[in-house]
């Protein structure tokens, strides 16, 4: 098991040293519960950036511009990211790409909803059900433009794959899907586009 | 009742036109239930702003820039800003002033937290008891720091009261709060720096 890519055994450390975007970082190791891996659970803990996509300027920039270089190729029009943690990111990126407009689906259903949708995310970090809505004003947004989905982290990809859900109900094209770091052994390089890699820490 | 300031009736328009920072905007009414005004009890529409300061990056742009240069006398160290309507502003604003660091008030008690304080949120256009929670890293670093209170807009104060309540707590020192907008008749012209003004709308 510990040959796998992106699990590392845990030994107790209270934080995980990552460089990104050129800048070091400490990430506090905090423990998530139970993990399922190749078929066997395991007591995890995960490297959380929140501290840092919710608060560090100078990180924000960095990854943004970084983030920015490695979708521009795919010509996105619109950013989409999930509600709330990488919401400046996803400005950032926007800005850096001169795009003018990104999307945020939201965690719940607002009183400024007319029509949405909702899609169920199945996440590792999070208990009970959560879903992601889209209302009808973004949903006509985002139809039959070129989309960029963005997060900060992504690990078994439930939330990513409701974004992707949310787009295909919209009529969207997905052509990138980018993330700072991709998480433990469950995304392919290939699927996601990212600036590092974490790992999930098991014991 | 119509002499009040920033309230006025509501003929059926559908959307409120507003300038700020050099922009034209419209903003959707929405129905928000009933509100207390004067002791008397009305239907209510508020103009939403969701779309813009959770979107529209041209709008985050120059409204940061804007509030940067109102909040810049008071000196602030930090943007202590609420979950989640107002993130890209806070880091927008944050930019702006070369800050390093924004903290976020979160809606719930997240993984990552050890230690937390959490404030209860009057709110009108939420229904229910919604709370605001800060964790004992961001209390930290706020602590006998000059603090600077951000959101997107400001009605009857109850969020930003429960932000300056977390920051009491805290030991930190608001040396400001700041809006895009104040709306609606509850708080005074003096209290919160702003950009513009909102009526409520009641029939």
Same mark, same amino acid.
């Not at 055994?9 to 990552?18: D, F, I, L, R, T």
């Not at 506090?28 to 300027?57: C, H, M, Q, W």
């Not at 899609?119 to 433009?145: C, H, P, W």
């Given at each position: 098991?510990?040959?796998?890519?992106?699990?590392?055994?845990?030994?107790?450390?209270?934080?995980?040293?990552? #460089?990104?975007?050129?800048?070091?970082?400490?990430?506090?190791?905090?423990?998530?519960?139970? /993990?399922?891996?190749?078929?066997?659970?395991?007591?995890?803990?995960?490297?959380?950036?929140?501290?840092?996509?919710?608060?560090?300027?100078?990180?924000?920039?960095?990854?943004?511009?970084?983030?920015?270089?490695?979708?521009?190729?795919?010509?996105?029009?619109?950013?989409?990211?999930?509600?709330?943690?990488?919401?400046?990111?996803?400005?950032?990126?926007?800005?850096?790409?001169?795009?003018?407009?990104?999307?945020?689906?939201?965690?719940?259903?607002?009183?400024?909803?007319?029509?949405?949708? &909702?899609?169920?995310?199945?996440?590792?970090?999070?208990?009970?059900?959560?879903?992601? /809505?889209?209302?009808?004003?973004?949903?006509?947004?985002?139809?039959?433009?070129?989309?960029?989905?963005?997060?900060? /982290?992504?690990? #078994?990809?439930?939330?990513?794959?409701?974004?992707?859900?949310?787009?295909?109900?919209?009529?969207? &094209?997905? /052509?990138?899907?980018?993330?700072?770091?991709?998480?433990?052994?469950?995304?392919?390089?290939?699927?996601?586009?990212?600036?590092?890699?974490?790992?999930?820490?098991?014991?």
């Amino acid at each position: 098991m510990l040959n796998s890519k992106r699990v590392v055994k845990y030994n107790g450390e209270a934080a995980y040293s990552v #460089t990104v975007a050129g800048l070091r970082r400490l990430l506090p190791i905090i423990e998530i519960g139970e /993990v399922t891996i190749s078929n066997g659970r395991f007591k995890a803990y995960i490297a959380s950036d929140s501290e840092l996509v919710l608060g560090d300027v100078e990180f924000i920039n960095a990854v943004s511009r970084e983030l920015a270089n490695l979708v521009r190729i795919h010509k996105p029009e619109v950013i989409v990211t999930p509600e709330a943690k990488a919401i400046a990111l996803a400005y950032g990126v926007s800005r850096e790409l001169g795009i003018g407009r990104f999307v945020v689906a939201r965690k719940s259903v607002k009183a400024y909803m007319g029509k949405y949708v &909702h899609v169920k995310v199945n996440s590792i970090t999070t208990k009970g059900d959560q879903f992601l /809505v889209l209302d009808s004003y973004a949903m006509g947004y985002v139809s039959n433009r070129n989309v960029c989905i963005v997060d900060d /982290v992504v690990s #078994t990809g439930g939330t990513i794959n409701a974004l992707e859900e949310l787009m295909r109900i919209s009529n969207a &094209h997905v /052509v990138c899907k980018a993330a700072i770091w991709i998480e433990g052994p469950w995304i392919n390089d290939e699927e996601v586009l990212h600036l590092g890699e974490l790992p999930i820490f098991i014991a």
